[in-house]
Nanobody, 119 residues
Framework: QVQLVESGGGLVQAGGSLRLSCAASGRLFSINAMGWYRQAPGKQRELVARITSGGSTNYADSVKGRFTISRDNAKNTVYLQMNSLNAEDTAVYYC?????????????WGQGTQVTVSS
């Protein structure tokens, strides 16, 4: 089992910044990627950013150039730096860890942290 605990959400004005953190614990072997997803009211959950165990990153088009995902392997923590926030970024943000064991993949989720951007 993998446990994920997010922190850093809150209320911010448009144009502001927030930094989300996701601390992972438990059986962390074979985690091949970690990422951030978000879900706004009435919308499906969507990928925001992902970082692989090799350090490769990918971003949703809507956040490219504004958000940066990074990791601290020593702390088993993934971060999402969010700059130039706008109202469309308002959502619950979830941390995700994908674990691959032999030929099966397992997804773990944090409890979510609310990000609200006021215009």
């Amino acid at each position: 089992q993998v446990q994920l605990v997010e922190s850093g959400g809150g209320l911010v004005q448009a144009g502001g910044s927030l930094r989300l953190s996701c601390a992972a614990s438990g059986r962390l072997f074979s985690i091949n990627a970690m990422g951030w997803y978000r879900q706004a009211p009435g919308k499906q959950r969507e990928l925001v950013a992902r970082i692989t165990s090799g350090g490769s990153t990918n971003y949703a088009d809507s956040v490219k150039g504004r958000f940066t995902i990074s990791r601290d392997n020593a702390k088993n923590t993934v971060y999402l730096q969010m700059n130039s926030l706008n109202a469309e970024d308002t959502a619950v943000y979830y941390c995700n860890a994908r674990q691959r064991i032999i030929q099966s993949e397992y997804d773990y989720w944090g409890q979510g942290t609310q990000v609200t951007v006021s215009s």
